[in-house]
Each structure stands twice: as structure tokens, then as C-alpha cells.
């Protein structure tokens, strides 16, 4: 089963591609590592998760959130490489979490992003090293930013 | 055209090296990439633009301060490298912004910094992935800070 | 003298290797490059430093935390690669201070991580690139949170 075929099995459908907010591209490969932009919790309509955890956000609507990213890195990914059968794992995920100084349950919130990557791709291949913090502010509002690091093959 | 007559082309005068605030080095070569330290806005006369985004600052202001991290960024990739023709592409960037929890065009500060590089190296080259993000503070003030992957020949 | 013999030569014990608090391992070897998840200032007995720098720590306590820090990342980095005689030299730290919007001297606390990699690898091995930035909040109040990428042998 390739990874579109498990995509199906989960009842996931991707988002389209969004374009780029500023001067870069989605992801660059170099040397077997794919390095994927900062990505954002856009819905298909266009419009996005915002706000910030601790002021109005909850945890559960946090993991929704990064889960939201995660479907849009997939999305991205599959558009950087041509196919989600070229990630042979994932290697580094920074989660970067809208926060208020007193909201601590960041790791909470980016499993949403971390357990929909296991889920597509299994353990072995979808967990990677990780850190999840929390940022002063996001670009356009958005309550979670994921940019990751995986190995690919040719 | 070698890079630095392109910067001559272009009319830009890179800044002279500044020396780390702390125990690390400008940057690494491992493998092929140059990972680079983080690097702010220092003019040539050792000072440098501080303040927050939102708080007295405004976009384009921001942007300058952006343009200003690339060029210290430039000094010292030549400064690791010996040569800005080693250069191959730019992998990732990471953009800080010193900005208040209600700064939001976090993007468009760092096109500052991803326009030059650009304008430096061309789309091909000088385009990269990138996250453009917001910070609580940064060291000394600053108003934006730069870390970046680029990709190396030998 | 292997690490460990310099680790015993210095009087530094590592502490016992935390349970990742989420969906992630603690780190993954890729191409020759380590990426170390993010990591904190556990104590042996569990507890962590906790706090905001400018809001009742100081420089001084969070040197001591990032320090810290520092000993858990080479237990952790210990348990990837089997032995810290692996690990070649240091590439990539990116240091995360959380505290508040006025505190600017995060180099300063971040060293505390830094001298500690220098003490044990020597300068040329442990000094590697660095971002030394402030974060408006950390998983479960921790002062100081780092994560690094290393160049290791096979």
C-alpha cells in the first residue's frame, strides 16, 4: 500500500497547496534531507485556525490545529517531492505554538501535528526528534506554525 | 559574474565580521550544508536597529532591519567560507522578529532579509525554505534575527 | 581519554534519561548529522528548573539551568548513539530562553550550555553555531530549552 492508498484507507483527504506568504518555496532538498517551510492550519476555504492557546484556545482545539498543519505539510510535501512514497522519515519537527506567557502544555498541543505523521506513516518512519514551543505571535494570527525536517530517497 | 561582483553591481558593502556574543562559532560545513548562527541587524559602526515590531517599529522599518541582517549574514558566510562563490542555494531560513503579541506581518519583515538574497544569488539560488516567525526578545534588543542552512560546495 | 573518562575526569555525572513527553523520540541520525530533540533542565530526582528570565531568574540561575540543560542533552545523546565517542562535532544549538519581553541577555544564559559542550569536546569538536533567543513559553515552565544537531561518526 503506497502512502496515497493510506491516506484513503484513513479517510484523509489532503488540502490544496497553498501559495507561499513572502520571498521562499515550500521545501528544498539537499542532500537526502527534505527541508519543509513553516506551515500554517489552513483550511481548504482558504481561511485558518487562529488565535492563541491560553486566550481562548484550548488544548483540544490546539491539537486540532496542528493536526490541521500536519494535513497541510503533507499536502506540501507531496508537492515538493511529486509522491509521499519518497519520505523515508521524519527527522526533525519544530512546533511553534501561539501562546500566552502562562499556556505550558505546548508538547499537548503539537502532538496533534506528531500523531496524524505516525498514523500515515507508522512509528518507525513517522517519529522524529521534536521540540514544541510557544512563540509570542505567528504570522496572520495562526495558532500553530510547523516546520520539519525528513529524509527522502531519490 | 562572481558574487562579489555582483554585490559591487548592485552597489552593496557588506559590513566588516562582528565577533560572536557568546561561546560559538559564525557558522559549520557538515556534509555539504552551512549551518549558520543567528545574526542581527548591526550597522557598520558596531551598533545595530533595536526595538519590538508593534511596539514603535513598523513593518517597513522591519523589513530594513531584515535587509541589514542579510547583509552581516553575507559578511559572515564569506567570513566562514572564504568565498561567496562556494555557495549553492540557500536551504532554510528562520526568521525572528522581536514583535508584541499582537504583531502578526511577521512575513513581510523577513522578505527584508530573503529579498537581498535573492537579489544576491537569483531565484534558483537565493530562494530557500523558510519560516518567518515571532519572538518575546532577542539578544541585545534586536529587532530581527537570522539563522540559515545554505548549501556548500567544497 | 574517551568521553566518558573526561566526563568522570571533570566530576560531572549525567542524569538518568527522561520518557520524551510526547509523540517523538529523543533524537535521529541522519546522513551523518544528529538532531537532537529539544531538551530541558531536569534534575535527577525529576524536577526541572522552572521560571521566566526577568521574572525572579536571573542570568546566573538561568546559566545554572542551561547548563543543565547541557547534562541531560549528553545523557540523551548518549542513549541515540550508544557512546558519546560518536559524536564528531558539534554543528547546530538553537537556545531557547523563556522569558519575558524585556530580558536581552539569553547569549549570556544560553553559554551556560555552550561552555558545558566546550569543557567536554574541547573548543574545536564542542563550539558549533548558535541562536541564543527568548520564548514567551516553554513545555511545563521550564527556564531553558535547547535542541542541536551534531556531526557523528558511524
Known sequence: MNVDQR?????IVLPPVPRP???????VVSGGLLFMSGCGPRRADGSAITGKLGDGLDVARGYEAARLVGL???????????????????????????????????PAVIDGFSDLFVEVF???RGRGA???????????????EVEMILQVCA
Open 72 to 106: 497541510n505539510m503533507l499536502s506540501n510535501i507531496r508537492d515538493v517531492l511529486g509522491s509521499l512514497d519518497r519520505v523515508e522519515r521524519v527527522v526533525k519537527v519544530l512546533g511553534m505554538v501561539n501562546a500566552t506567557p502562562g499556556f505550558t502544555a505546548t
Open 130 to 144: 521534536r521540540s514544541a514551543v510557544g512563540m509570542v505571535t505567528l504570522p496572520n494570527e495562526i495558532a500553530v
Open 7 to 11: 491516506l484513503e484507507s484513513l479517510g
Open 122 to 124: 507508522g512509528p518507525e
Open 21 to 27: 506568504v513572502g520571498n521562499y518555496v515550500g521545501g
